[in-house]
């Protein structure tokens, strides 16, 4: 059974202070590897897909590697406004996508 | 250019009531889909369609939940009867899934704002 696992399930991270994401997968065939922001309220919202180990995708402070057990989305010089629930998601056989749990990041200024 | 919509944005209803949500999304994309978020669950697929038709519906929890997809630009999830314990966010999202030499390839799913049910 194909299986996502986040952590740490919250990240608290003084503004300008990188760290890591990570999500753990296991999968008998993986097709992509999709990362979302939630804000509070909304919807998730659509960030990275990485489909082979050794890809990386960058967009502003955001990062995402992944390897062919693990991905991670690297906040470097995080602000306030990247705040946010981090979901990562596998998509294996058809179009199905197998949610993580999320981390909850909280930047302080 | 309008993401996707769902109707209604918050739903209290009392339990053993029908309740149907819509959605509608967006243009041009082929593929839709319909999850619940609930925190002890978080994000789970209930049913996907490809092409107005249900591809894997293995994640609607029993018979009182149906989804329906007569058009490629409105689709609805309706609970009936509905019980305390539906109560989540339910969030309906769509991608493009082009077919090249007969092989479908997925895109990055787009999600609507959600539905807050309420179940009393």
């Known amino acids: 059974e194909d299986q996502v696992t986040q952590s740490p399930e919250a990240l608290r991270l003084q503004e300008g202070e990188s760290s890591s994401l990570n999500c753990s997968y296991t999968?008998?065939?993986?097709?992509?590897l999709f990362w979302y922001r939630q804000d509070p309220g909304k919807g998730p919202e659509f960030l990275f897909t990485?489909?082979?180990a050794g890809e990386e995708k960058e967009k502003e402070r955001l990062k995402a590697t992944l390897t062919k057990k693990e991905s991670f989305l690297h906040i470097t010089a995080p602000k306030p406004e990247d705040s946010a629930t981090y979901l990562c998601?596998?998509?294996?056989?058809?179009?199905?996508?197998?949610f993580g749990g999320g981390t909850r990041v909280l930047v302080k200024p | 250019d309008a993401g996707v919509i769902q109707s209604p944005r918050h739903e209290v209803t009392e339990m053993g009531q029908e309740v149907t949500l819509r959605c509608k999304p967006i243009?041009?994309?082929?593929?839709l889909f319909w999850y619940r978020q609930t925190m002890m669950r978080g994000l789970e697929l209930l049913i996907y369609?490809?092409?107005?038709?249900?591809?894997?519906d293995s994640g609607m929890p029993e018979d009182r939940f149906s989804a329906k997809m007569p058009n490629a630009s409105f689709s609805t999830l309706k609970i009936q009867p509905s019980e305390p314990r539906d109560s989540a966010v339910y969030f309906c999202?769509?991608?493009?899934?082009?077919?090249?030499?007969?092989?479908?390839?997925?895109?990055?799913?787009?999600f609507g704002p959600g539905t807050r049910l309420t179940v009393l």
């Open positions: 999202a769509s991608s493009l899934a082009p077919r090249f030499r007969g092989v479908t390839t997925y895109n990055e799913q787009f």
């Open positions: 999968v008998s065939g993986l097709r992509g």
């Open positions: 990485l489909y082979s």
């Open positions: 998601a596998l998509q294996a056989a058809g179009n199905k996508l197998t």
């Open positions: 243009s041009g994309h082929n593929s």
């Open positions: 369609f490809n092409n107005n038709v249900p591809i894997d």
